[in-house]
């Protein structure tokens, strides 16, 4: 895999998109963070800071080594990046008269200077900071001002480092993928070569050398990374790839049959598990979201130590593990501090004796199904929400059992189905339905009800770590809501979840 460019995080909820924009630019990157960041440098051809919430001048603040960096390599420091190097290097931060929050515009830029090529005087920027720099370091010198920010954007003299105040990262900032453009192409000289054909032709390369002649064993979930990834390896290893698709007991309604269906004309070599009542039972009496997930994950793995063993010589375990599911598992501060835990991340029990081979773990979802339509996977399949792997047992809020299941999956039919039905789903990053651990008291006829409350969920974003709630019309809400009340019994009250991520996740639990 190429490296290119490397992203310092310093713990800024823009990190990740500093990489989608970066990757937009068919440029690969990755991102380590500030205190774990690799050994070996040399393939990576520029680095970037990022922003970060902590304040320079606090006595916690993220303080990276620098020394292999600084003047040996092109460095493009954002927001807190910008702010440490002045504050470290002979200028001066402090804090701001006002919080410096929100759209701003460049009232002024340094004639001739290619950071800037095809950036407009007056050009709308995002700042997002508390402290701002007085003074530049030694040998800094002023590129862009906007009305409160003096120091918006800056070069030392005599090394390849650029820093601003502000994010290109974001939407706001009109001119910011041309800025990071103008860094990484024009002055790093990087290749723009990061596209899907050549991911799948490094890709498949790769994986012959990795794998060689070995037995693979892979998890199918009928989700898209996991179908990707089968198909990468099969193009890969052909008949020494084994794909099983396991029923947890917490799938969509009828998806276990669904599924198993719709690889029958892949290609692909697929055997379906029913272990539910091995899933259902290991769940019992289990509230606490995240012993629900390690639970999960450790059937998984039981379940799939299993089959394996019914495969001479399976050397390997293939996941759909994608760069989300990597940067979630990873804190910027020392030992993980994990938000939520993947089971498709972290390796695997001793006992077990397979390697883990995971062709997707750089790639963000987008980015996933781009790849996967140069393989020539159909676009319905493609175009599928994603599903968590834990399923339905983290959008049942509280215990698990057979009834509540039957419930929710009944619920979510009803609203997949429909968004389905009136052009929506496609319009929906993510949608499904939440059973929630409280009743309600209604009226059906003339008779009190108290029966189960389920939330509807539906986001729209562009690669799972940020999200916003999607506006379906309230026609459709109504239609839906109706829908479930009358054909699912249990429930007799629906509402419709309008969080944001963040500060919401996109799942409950």
């Known amino acids: 895999m190429q490296h290119n460019v490397l992203i310092l995080d310093f713990g800024s909820?823009?990190?990740?998109?500093?990489?989608?924009?970066?990757?937009?630019?068919?440029?690969?990157?990755?991102?380590?963070?500030?205190?774990?960041?690799?050994?070996?440098?040399?393939?990576?051809?520029?680095?970037?800071?990022?922003?970060?919430?902590?304040?320079?001048?606090?006595?916690d603040a993220p303080h990276p080594d620098l020394s292999q960096i600084r003047g040996k390599k092109p460095l493009l420091a954002v927001c807190y990046g910008a702010q440490y190097l002045a504050h470290f290097n002979g200028g001066e931060v402090a804090p701001s008269n006002i919080r410096e929050y929100g759209r701003a515009n460049l009232t002024y830029i340094k004639d001739d200077e290619i950071f800037f090529d095809e950036v407009a005087l007056h050009s709308q920027v995002w700042m997002s900071h508390s402290d701002t720099i007085k003074k530049l370091p030694s040998n800094g010198v002023k590129l862009a001002s906007t009305k409160d920010v003096e120091n918006a954007a800056y070069r030392i003299e005599g090394e390849t480092t650029y820093a601003i105040q502000f994010?290109?990262?974001?939407?706001?900032?009109?001119?910011?993928?041309?800025?990071?453009?103008?860094?990484?192409?024009?002055?790093?000289?990087?290749?723009?070569?990061?596209?899907?054909?050549?991911?799948?032709?490094?890709?498949?390369s790769e994986l012959r050398e990795k794998v060689k002649d070995d037995k693979v064993v892979l998890g199918l979930s009928g989700g898209v990374d996991s179908t990707v990834a089968a198909v990468l390896l099969n193009k890969a290893i052909g008949k020494n790839l084994y794909c099983i698709f396991v029923n947890n007991g917490l799938l969509r309604k009828n998806e276990f049959e669904n599924v198993l269906h719709q690889y029958?004309?892949?290609?692909?070599?697929?055997?379906?598990?029913?272990?539910?009542?091995?899933?259902?039972?290991?769940?019992?009496?289990?509230?606490d979201p995240e012993k629900k997930r390690k639970t999960i994950g450790r059937v998984f793995i039981e379940v799939f130590d299993d089959e394996a063993h019914k495969i001479e010589d399976v050397k390997w375990l293939a996941q759909g593990t994608i760069y989300p599911d990597?940067?979630?598992?990873?804190?910027?501060?020392?030992?993980?501090?994990?938000?939520?835990?993947?089971?498709?991340?972290?390796?695997?029990?001793?006992?077990?004796?397979?390697?883990?081979?995971?062709?997707?773990?750089?790639?963000?979802?987008?980015?996933?199904?781009?790849?996967?339509?140069?393989?020539?996977?159909?676009?319905?399949?493609l175009g599928r929400h994603p599903f968590p792997g834990p399923?339905?047992?983290?959008?049942?809020?509280?215990?698990?059992?057979?009834?509540?299941?039957?419930?929710?999956?009944?619920?979510d039919a009803v609203f997949i189905n429909g968004l389905k039905e009136h052009g929506l789903y496609d319009k929906v990053w993510q949608a499904g339905a939440i059973l929630l651990p409280v009743n309600s008291v209604g009226v059906m006829g003339d008779e009190r009800t108290y029966e189960k409350v389920v939330a509807l969920r539906a986001v729209?974003?562009?690669?799972?770590?940020?999200?916003?709630?999607?506006?379906?019309?309230?026609?459709?809400?109504?239609?839906?809501?109706?829908?479930?009340?009358?054909?699912?019994?249990?429930?007799?009250?629906?509402?419709?979840?309008?969080?944001?991520?963040?500060?919401?996740?996109?799942?409950?639990e």
Not at 352 to 361: G, H
């Open 167 to 204: 994010h290109p990262e974001v939407y706001h900032s009109t001119d910011g993928k041309q800025i990071l453009e103008n860094f990484l192409v024009k002055i790093a000289k990087v290749e723009q070569s990061f596209t899907p054909n050549a991911f799948v032709e490094d890709c498949i």
């Open 13 to 59: 909820q823009y990190t990740q998109l500093i990489a989608r924009r970066v990757r937009e630019l068919n440029i690969f990157c990755e991102i380590y963070p500030f205190n774990h960041f690799p050994d070996d440098l040399s393939s990576f051809k520029a680095v970037i800071l990022s922003g970060s919430p902590f304040s320079v001048r606090a006595d």
């Open 326 to 381: 990597v940067i979630e598992s990873v804190s910027v501060k020392g030992p993980s501090a994990t938000i939520k835990s993947h089971h498709n991340v972290g390796g695997l029990p001793d006992y077990m004796k397979l390697q883990i081979v995971e062709p997707l773990r750089m790639l963000f979802k987008d980015e996933v199904r781009r790849v996967g339509r140069t393989l020539g996977i159909d676009d319905e399949l």
């Open 264 to 287: 029958k004309d892949m290609g692909l070599n697929v055997k379906g598990v029913d272990a539910s009542d091995r899933f259902l039972s290991a769940l019992d009496g289990i509230e």
């Open 460 to 508: 729209e974003s562009t690669d799972g770590m940020t999200a916003d709630w999607v506006h379906l019309p309230y026609d459709f809400l109504m239609k839906i809501s109706n829908e479930i009340i009358n054909k699912v019994k249990g429930v007799n009250r629906v509402v419709y979840d309008i969080s944001s991520k963040p500060p919401a996740t996109i799942e409950w």
């Open 391 to 411: 399923g339905l047992s983290i959008r049942i809020l509280g215990a698990i059992t057979q009834e509540k299941v039957q419930i929710l999956q009944e619920v």
